[in-house]
């Protein structure tokens, strides 16, 4: 070997050692508690999530972290907990996690609102894909096939949980006529995995129409392109919602009867809304990421039933 080849080998070893270095810090510091903690202003008066789409301004309200409290999960700027987050708070807002009332929830895998709308006194059946459908999420933590992997004994007691939560499985683009009768429903990132996106507009439909009372409230939340409203993923195991979509969608519903809360595009406010995750992503941040070639956020909807 000549000793220019000895030199660009002797470089190449160097830099490979560097990058390994820098791996290393960078992982010690986003998996430690070196991560930025909002400051959250307890006079905040501004109305916590009054736009659909995660944005970073939510992150801020200290009801964020009030709810982040209850479910015993530390505060991260990660979308899917912004959807927990969104769930739990338009359930309050309609005063329907109480004592009495009965709650179904579509594609659960691992989650942690069973065992804590349970412990505030609702009764929850909580369902997730049959398994020739559900294989295909195995070995992660977005798929349940019983109640072991929904108790979390910090939330709720096993007694009660035990008497308040069952589980069923339930193919979403076919609801089974025993789910009915429900107070209230929820899904979190799970209809845009139905094969298209006709497909997942079908399922939030007959969610409400199927298996919710008059007045019974529905919150889903989704896949939202802020990378384009032409293009998209329509079909295939994933599908991205455009604004165009969700829009035709609480068309279809208010056309049906029922009452679909405003949807508004939050703005971008913060320098995190700017921050995009990419392909490994590193979940810190995670508000925003990269999906193939598109920006991807999450996005909810918030519906009442009427009559149909």
């Given at each position: 070997?000549?000793?220019?080849?000895?030199?660009?080998?002797?470089l190449l070893e160097k830099i490979n050692l560097l990058e390994l270095k820098i791996n290393?810090?960078?992982?010690?510091?986003?998996?430690?508690?070196?991560?930025?903690?909002?400051?959250?202003?307890?006079?905040?008066?501004?109305?916590?999530?009054?736009?659909?789409?995660?944005?970073?301004?939510?992150?801020?309200?200290?009801?964020?972290?009030?709810?982040?409290?209850?479910?015993?999960?530390?505060?991260?700027?990660?979308?899917?907990?912004?959807?927990?987050?969104?769930?739990?708070?338009?359930?309050?807002?309609?005063?329907?996690?109480?004592?009495?009332?009965?709650?179904?929830?579509?594609?659960?895998?691992?989650?942690?609102?069973?065992?804590?709308?349970?412990?505030?006194?609702?009764?929850?059946?909580?369902?997730?894909?049959?398994?020739?459908?559900?294989?295909?999420?195995?070995?992660?933590?977005?798929?349940?096939?019983?109640?072991?992997?929904?108790?979390?004994?910090?939330?709720?007691?096993?007694?009660?949980?035990?008497?308040?939560?069952?589980?069923?499985?339930?193919?979403?683009?076919?609801?089974?006529?025993?789910?009915?009768?429900?107070?209230?429903?929820?899904?979190?990132?799970?209809?845009?995995?139905?094969?298209?996106?006709?497909?997942?507009?079908?399922?939030?439909?007959?969610?409400?129409?199927?298996?919710?009372?008059?007045?019974?409230?529905?919150?889903?939340?989704?896949?939202?392109?802020?990378?384009?409203?032409?293009?998209?993923?329509?079909?295939?195991?994933?599908?991205?919602?455009?604004?165009?979509?969700?829009?035709?969608?609480?068309?279809?519903?208010?056309?049906?009867?029922?009452?679909?809360?405003?949807?508004?595009?939050?703005?971008?406010?913060?320098?995190?809304?700017?921050?995009?995750?990419?392909?490994?992503?590193?979940?810190?941040?995670?508000?925003?990421?990269?999906?193939?070639?598109?920006?991807?956020?999450?996005?909810?909807?918030?519906?009442?039933?009427?009559?149909?």
């Amino acid at each position: 070997m000549d000793s220019v080849s000895e030199n660009i080998q002797f470089l190449l070893e160097k830099i490979n050692l560097l990058e390994l270095k820098i791996n290393k810090i960078q992982s010690s510091f986003l998996s430690s508690n070196y991560l930025p903690q909002p400051p959250f202003n307890e006079n905040n008066n501004n109305d916590f999530m009054k736009c659909f789409t995660c944005s970073a301004s939510d992150f801020f309200h200290p009801k964020f972290n009030e709810i982040c409290n209850k479910l015993k999960i530390p505060f991260g700027f990660h979308r899917k907990l912004w959807e927990w987050v969104f769930i739990i708070h338009h359930l309050e807002k309609n005063n329907i996690l109480q004592e009495g009332k009965k709650g179904l929830v579509f594609g659960v895998g691992t989650e942690r609102l069973p065992s804590l709308f349970a412990n505030m006194g609702a009764s929850i059946v909580a369902t997730d894909a049959p398994p020739e459908i559900g294989d295909a999420w195995k070995g992660g933590d977005q798929f349940s096939e019983n109640l072991s992997g929904l108790y979390f004994k910090d939330l709720v007691d096993y007694q009660n949980f035990e008497r308040r939560v069952s589980y069923k499985t339930c193919d979403m683009n076919n609801i089974d006529e025993e789910f009915i009768n429900f107070d209230f429903n929820w899904s979190s990132c799970c209809f845009e995995h139905l094969g298209s996106l006709e497909n997942g507009m079908n399922f939030v439909i007959n969610s409400v129409e199927k298996t919710l009372k008059q007045n019974g409230i529905a919150v889903h939340t989704t896949e939202f392109n802020l990378s384009s409203n032409n293009e998209t993923l329509e079909t295939g195991h994933t599908v991205i919602y455009r604004r165009r979509d969700i829009e035709e969608l609480v068309n279809r519903l208010e056309r049906r009867g029922h009452s679909v809360q405003s949807f508004v595009i939050a703005p971008d406010s913060h320098p995190l809304d700017f921050h995009v995750d990419i392909p490994p992503y590193i979940h810190a941040p995670h508000i925003r990421l990269m999906y193939e070639k598109y920006i991807v956020t999450s996005v909810g909807l918030v519906i009442k039933r009427g009559r149909v």
